[in-house]
Every structure is written in structure tokens, then in C-alpha cells.
């Protein structure tokens, strides 16, 4: 095809997603869904009830004052996002992640208009008292994947697991904040920063796009921490394929996982489904994915956040994705 010269190359409007978007979400996607194979998650359920470490009950959910709701309408867990995500492969888990189906009001069950996933918590149909004992069988994920530009007004919730403290108690300790601008840890930061190259693919077109990507790891202890490392950094050399954000944006079934609320919608899509091949195979059916470019992983390296805080651990894993784009 004769070269377009009055046109750009690899940008056909403003405003849509290109590979910058695709890069930073398809990698949190990958490894999102990666680590609930690898079991990155802990079911919390009540019949035994999970306790935590030093007591309290981690079934139990908190009112939350929530200015678009009536007090006693919005619970929460004592820790957020949790996991809406079916279909996981078994080899390496002993018990599937819990898909939550209500609450118990004073051991009651209870159905719920909807669950927020995200920010790990439940919408009554309608209020209850403030004071009611309010439970829930649900999972967590051991570590959140977020993107870097998550406003870093949200403050750093110390000491998740300690629910015998100040968790019931609303407006007090840790949780007085509220819950939108608490992370709990231990979390990656996925940074897709601004440093790039390319390298010519072959003759006649197309082109290497090589591009630095930072994970910056935050927990609260050095276990954690070297955890995240290992899972991160072992994927050296490792090829992924990212998803095309405008398609899936364009698409009659958007949105194709979670809704505006947080919570799943019908034939909610996994990350696998995501990354199956787009348009017809040779029987003509449509694969209905959102298939984008293949990634790989190079160069990965390691280098400490530096001590910032005696109970915060960090470390910034650097991994460079080199991407296939297309022709020039």
C-alpha cells in the first residue's frame, strides 16, 4: 500500500485509547487475573467464621456513611476489592474464590440490591439500623493491581487484618477516612512512563515499539514485598496479549465486566475471554474478543523504594514490553 504522507501514522483519532492505555490496563488485566490462579486470594466465610489474628470476626461488615445512600443502606468489608471473577483453574487453588450472594442480618439472610467489588462492599435494598450485625461470606485479593494515576490523595490503611480495633467502631482509628481514599496492602502501581524506542521489524514495514514500564510494590512487611518481586520480575521473557480498550468501548455488550457500580454483569467477561481473537474464525462465528497487539516482557530489573516508613516496604520492579506495531 503507497505511504499516506499527509497522514499520521499509528493514530487515527484523539480521544480513543491507543497503546499507551492498552499497555498500562492489559498488563493490570494479565496479572489481576494471573494471580487469582496462583490462589492470591483469601475466602472469608462464616460457618467456621474467619477470625483474624488477633481476634474479631472478618465476616463481620461495617455501616458506611455514603452521601447517595441512607445511613444503614451500605456495609463494607475490612478490606476492599474483592473478587467477582469465576471460572478459575483449580490446579493451583484448594478452594475456588466466593462469589457473594448476600448478607446475614442479625443471622438472618438477606438478599442485596448490588455488590460493589471494587471497593469491597454491599447495598441493601433498603436501610437497616446502624447497629445491626451485619455478615458476609466473600474473598479479598492478597494484593491489588492499580494503575499509577489512581489520585495519591487516598491514604495508605495500616494494619487491614487488625479488625479487632477500630473496624466496627464507625468514624475511629483508620477507618475514619473514607473508604474511597483507603488502599490496603500490600498493592502494585502499574506506571507505563514516559521513555520509549523503536527499532525497525523488518524490511518494507512495520516497526519494535519498546516501552518502559515501572510496578511499584507497597506493603507492610518484607514478606509481601518480596512476593510481589518474585511474581512481577519471574515474568521476564514472557509473552502476554494486551486488549484493544476501543473495542471493547464500541461494543453492543460494553460494559464487559463490572457495571458503573462495581458490580458484575451478565455473562461478565475474564481476562482470558478478553484476549480471545476478534472477528469470525472459518465456521463464521464471531470469537468475541477484544484481542489487541502481544507484549513481552524484557529486561526486568529491581531496585529498592527506599525506607519511608518503619511499617511501609516498597521496592519498584523495571521491565521494558517490546510490542510488534504495525506497518509504517
Known amino acids: 500500500m503507497a505511504l499516506q504522507h499527509t497522514r499520521l501514522k499509528g493514530i487515527t483519532h484523539i480521544g480513543k ?3 499507551t492505555q492498552n499497555l498500562k490496563y492489559g498488563i493490570i488485566d494479565f496479572f489481576t487475573w494471573g494471580m487469582l490462579c496462583i490462589g492470591g486470594y483469601q475466602n472469608i466465610g462464616r460457618n467456621p467464621a474467619t477470625s483474624g489474628v488477633f481476634g474479631g ?9 455514603d452521601p447517595y445512600y441512607t445511613d444503614g443502606t451500605v456495609w463494607e468489608g475490612f ?3 474483592w473478587v467477582w471473577e469465576t471460572g478459575i483453574p483449580t490446579d493451583n487453588v484448594s478452594a475456588s474464590p466466593i ?18 467489588y471494587p471497593r469491597g462492599r454491599v447495598v441493601l435494598n433498603s436501610a437497616i439500623s446502624t447497629s445491626s450485625n451485619v455478615t458476609c461470606n466473600f474473598s479479598h485479593r492478597y494484593a491489588s493491581f492499580v494503575p499509577s494515576d489512581t489520585p495519591w490523595f487516598r491514604e495508605l490503611l495500616f494494619d487491614s487484618y487488625r479488625i479487632e480495633r477500630d473496624f466496627i467502631n464507625t468514624g475511629s482509628g483508620s477507618y475514619s477516612q473514607l473508604s474511597e481514599t483507603r488502599r490496603s496492602m500490600p498493592f502494585v502501581a502499574v506506571e507505563v512512563v514516559p521513555r520509549r524506542e523503536f527499532e525497525g521489524y523488518q524490511l518494507g514495514g512495520g516497526q519494535w ?5 515501572l510496578f511499584h510494590i ?22 502476554i496479549f494486551l486488549s484493544d480498550r476501543n473495542l471493547m468501548y464500541s461494543s453492543s455488550s460494553f460494559p464487559i465486566n463490572l ?19 476478534t472477528g469470525t474464525n472459518l465456521s463464521g462465528r464471531d470469537h468475541g474478543g477484544f484481542r489487541y497487539k502481544k507484549a513481552r516482557f524484557m529486561d526486568s530489573t529491581v531496585q529498592s523504594m527506599g525506607q519511608i516508613h518503619p511499617k511501609l516496604f516498597g521496592s519498584i ?10 506497518e509504517i
Open 17 to 19: 485509547d491507543n497503546i
Open 57 to 65: 470476626d472478618r465476616t463481620q461488615l461495617r455501616s458506611v456513611t
Open 79 to 81: 478490606r476492599s476489592d
Open 99 to 116: 462469589r457473594v450472594s448476600g448478607v446475614y442480618v442479625d443471622g438472618s439472610f438477606q438478599s442485596v440490591s448490588h455488590v460493589d
Open 209 to 213: 515499539l519498546k516501552q518502559d514500564v
Open 218 to 239: 507497597v506493603a507492610e512487611n518484607e514478606f509481601d514485598r518480596d512476593q510481589l518481586i518474585d511474581v512481577i520480575s519471574l515474568q521476564n521473557d514472557k509473552s
Open 259 to 277: 457495571d458503573y457500580r462495581g458490580n458484575p454483569v451478565a455473562n461478565s467477561m475474564t481476562y482470558p475471554q478478553i484476549i480471545s481473537p
Open 317 to 326: 520492579v523495571r521491565s521494558k514490553i517490546e510490542i510488534i506495531m504495525g
